[in-house]
């Protein structure tokens, strides 16, 4: 028997983190029902950030927090939705969970593939944490299947995927990567007409041939590096964005932390680890170069 709750229960994921994944588990199949539906239209709302809301990013944050609050076991909530914390009163549970329900709404109007991305601590307050403290993570892949990715401290990652009958089951287990690799996904690629290493980085792996996977959906991309097990992901930062788009607790620390159970590796592009980061803002950004760690470290020096 490979479900979702047995796996966890027999790799020794305790039981309160164990019960927590369920119920993410739970709201990712009931987001992939809602993106099934169709209902792709815009929620005419904007969140923190001014990006325009789709009516999916708040139905998505409504489910995540429905089943995050129903769980019992949070004492804190970040959705990269919503500008506030969610605070819940005592008797409150031991996790801090920060979440993108939705990433990468600009691709839904296109029907590409998308994601949401969870992190998991323990305690009460968000800031001052750092992602080496995380005791989980996970992030869910809407395409043509819908798989749940979770890593728990110390025990490597699983990928699961959702049946005909909504279940997880297991698929594959301890996801590692190789140091090196022909594949690259650079994104910001408008950094390249100021930063010209950048550009000559990029140029560099064109002349040697290297293959491009690119889709503009950091879930998808991150994937494709964990599932082929080899890969570089690069968002530098640019003159009118210096630490990049992405947020460093949403979605970039969980991100750092499933790529170190894999034996990758990520950082800033100054290079300093994202795990190491700590969080002084909610919605903070941070450049991010993430995947093979051979690669990683190229870049960091290229960008010297
Ligand atoms: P959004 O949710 O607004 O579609 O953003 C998606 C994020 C992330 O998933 C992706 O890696 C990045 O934005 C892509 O940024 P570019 O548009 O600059 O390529």
């Not at 990712?28 to 990013?57: H, M, P, W």
């Not at 959705?79 to 801090?96: H, I, T, Y």
């Not at 749940?148 to 297991?170: P, Y």
């Not at 009118?240 to 790529?259: D, Q, S, V, W």
Request: aromatic share 8%; proline share 4%.
């Amino acid at each position: 028997m490979k479900s979702f709750n047995h796996t966890l229960r027999v790799n020794n994921v305790p039981n309160d983190v164990r019960s927590l994944l369920y119920h993410i588990a739970r709201g990712v199949k009931y987001i992939n029902f809602s993106l099934r539906a169709g209902n792709t239209g815009e929620a005419n709302t904007s969140n923190c950030s001014g990006e325009d809301q789709l009516k999916l990013d708040v139905l998505s944050d409504k489910i995540i927090m429905n089943e995050l609050e129903g769980s019992e076991l949070c004492a804190l909530l970040a959705s990269e939705e919503q500008d506030d914390l969610v605070r819940f009163p005592a008797p409150r549970g031991k996790f801090v969970v920060a979440y993108d329900p939705l990433d990468g709404s600009s691709l839904v109007d296109a029907n590409l593939t998308i994601g949401s991305i969870f992190g998991i601590w323990e305690g009460d307050e968000l800031v001052g944490k750092k992602g080496r403290e995380m005791v989980a993570a996970a992030y869910a892949i809407y395409g043509p299947r819908v798989e749940l990715i979770v890593a728990v401290k110390g025990k490597g990652v699983m990928v699961f995927e959702m049946n005909d009958v909504g279940e997880f089951m297991l698929t594959k287990k301890d996801l590692k990567l190789r140091e090196n690799s022909k594949y690259f996904a650079p994104g910001n690629l408008r950094a390249t007409a100021i930063n010209k290493k950048y550009l000559k980085l990029i140029n560099d792996y064109i002349a040697e041939k290297r293959t491009l996977r690119y889709s503009g959906g950091m879930v998808p991309d991150l994937h494709h590096i964990l599932q082929k097990g080899e890969g570089i992901f690069t968002y530098p930062g640019c003159e009118k964005h210096p630490n990049g788009k992405l947020r460093l607790a949403f979605e970039c620390a969980p991100f750092a932390f499933i790529f170190a159970e894999a034996g990758g590796k990520a950082t800033t592009a100054d290079g300093q680890e994202i795990l190491d980061i700590e969080i002084t803002e909610p919605h903070q950004r941070t450049t991010i170069f993430i995947g093979s760690t051979g690669e990683i470290d190229r870049a960091v020096e290229a960008l010297r």
